[in-house]
């Protein structure tokens, strides 16, 4: 046996075998750790860019354009995203309004972007208004009645709330943001008198949460690691990561052999990433092409807050946090999405080329649709483009007559069809997002079916 393995280690050498190591366990760590990451890179932009603080709400004052690039942003509702840190604050209290003329759908998730509740309508207070109060890890004191008790296994945290919108006239924009700020933000020690809640505008901000595949991607994990808590079910990362050089306690200094390595890996992962976005989903209806990002065990994890012992689901987890932030705890409850990234014939969405997407009649949905188009390369909005968007409330939007909706993505519009128009960057790929608000049966019974998108000839 000592013979085998000193004949093994002498065809591939120390260092070689080193360097192996040191790149397979940077891609694993990539796959698993990528919530922590993508959450890290909205929050240290939230508080550089925008300028906020820890327990406060970033919001919109109005529809946000392409300068939110965060992961597959909504442009179409207004948002809401308070960051929490219960760390030094302890339990923290976000109170959200009752349905009364206005609406919120939305998740609060801990800092894995684990959903630990759905607000409004479809979430926990059935519309009726709410305080939900997040428990940081190991809280002992005694909780008072009247909350929606939430217990994180991180401090830090956010949620993804959206004021949904009536129209899109300016009065109804308006009225959506005004029925945003009626939410509140403070810690439980302040719940006798609680102090305003900050708002933090991020109109015309570049803000941004677009993953990077190089070293940075490696230091913020490294500063996850340092502020959050080993959780049980992640233990096996401790030692795979300390050979990366990140240990809790310790800087993060990578000589420069390994940050090579590590820049290395992380073109690796992402290249695994693409193959897999466009390959492990199934599509939503039998021979069409768009897809729900989400499988059984993803679904039944984030349900069960990844408590189920016989699944932890990091590969589909980790492709999820590519191209997108946040989860829902009841999917379909209040919102559903089907993505595409290939067109009628199969082939990658140039944005040279012109293509029409025709939307049949009597969408199911109870609130609004969208359609939304994202640079492929980056999964945020496109850069510098007018408009990111059409939907159903879009104004001068042209129907046909048997009541389907013509859109056209193409660098320029179509003659006459401005108003059905999303713009594309000429330079680059895309990708869509069609998006349900108040989703109906015949979305999930499949007996409304959303066709392909095809190339104009």
Not at 241 to 261: H, V, Y
Request: glycine content about 8%.
């Amino acid at each position: 046996m000592n013979a085998q393995i000193s004949t093994t280690a002498a065809t591939f050498g120390a260092a070689e075998l080193n360097e192996r190591t040191i790149r397979r366990r940077a891609v694993e760590a990539i796959t698993w750790g990528i919530p922590m990451v993508n959450y890290d890179l909205m929050i240290q932009s939230m508080l550089y860019d925008a300028e906020g603080k820890v327990n406060q709400i970033l919001y919109w004052s109005d529809l946000c354009d392409w300068k939110n690039q965060y992961l597959t942003p909504n442009p179409d509702t207004i948002y809401f995203m308070p960051f929490f840190d219960t760390k030094d604050a302890g339990p923290m209290v976000l109170e959200i309004p009752p349905a009364d003329g206005g609406s919120i759908t939305g998740t609060i998730m801990d800092s894995w972007q684990m959903a630990l509740e759905d607000t409004g309508p479809a979430g926990a207070d059935k519309g009726k208004g709410g305080k939900y109060l997040i428990v940081p890890p190991g809280y002992k004191e005694k909780i008072p009645a009247g909350f929606i008790v939430l217990p994180s296994s991180t401090y830090q945290g956010y949620a993804l709330l959206r004021s949904i919108l009536k129209s899109r006239s300016d009065s109804d924009i308006a009225e959506a943001v005004e029925y945003g700020r009626r939410m509140k933000l403070y810690p439980l020690s302040a719940a006798a008198n609680p102090p305003e809640t900050e708002f933090v505008d991020a109109i015309n901000i570049v803000v941004s949460g677009v993953i990077p595949y190089d070293v940075r991607f490696f230091e913020s994990l490294h500063r996850m690691v340092q502020y959050e808590p080993w959780l049980e079910r992640d233990r096996a990362m401790i030692d795979p990561l300390k050979s990366l050089g990140i240990a809790k306690g310790k800087p993060f200094k990578p000589d420069e052999r390994t940050r090579g390595i590590l820049e290395s890996a992380a073109q690796e992962a992402l290249a695994l990433f693409d193959l897999r976005y466009e390959t492990i989903y199934e599509p939503y209806n039998k021979g069409k092409r768009w897809f729900l990002p989400a499988d059984r065990d993803l679904i039944i994890s984030v349900q069960a807050g990844f408590t189920k012992t016989d699944i932890y689901p990091t590969d589909m987890r980790g492709v999820l946090f590519y191209f997108a932030y946040t989860t829902v705890k009841h999917l379909g409850a209040g919102q559903f999405y089907l993505f595409v990234s290939r067109d009628a014939d199969g082939n990658p969405m140039n944005g040279a080329a012109t293509y029409r997407l025709k939307v049949p009649p009597k969408v199911p949905v109870h609130q609004y649709w969208s359609a939304v188009l994202y640079d492929f390369a980056t999964h945020a909005l496109i850069r510098n483009m007018p408009h990111p968007s059409c939907t159903s409330q879009s104004p001068g939007l042209q129907t046909n007559a048997d009541g389907s909706v013509d859109l056209y993505f193409a660098p320029k519009a179509p003659d006459g069809k401005a108003s059905n128009w999303i713009p594309t960057d000429p330079k680059g790929r895309f990708e869509a997002l069609f998006r349900f608000y108040g989703p109906d049966k015949p979305l999930f019974d499949k007996t409304w079916v959303l066709p392909d998108i095809e190339k104009v000839k």
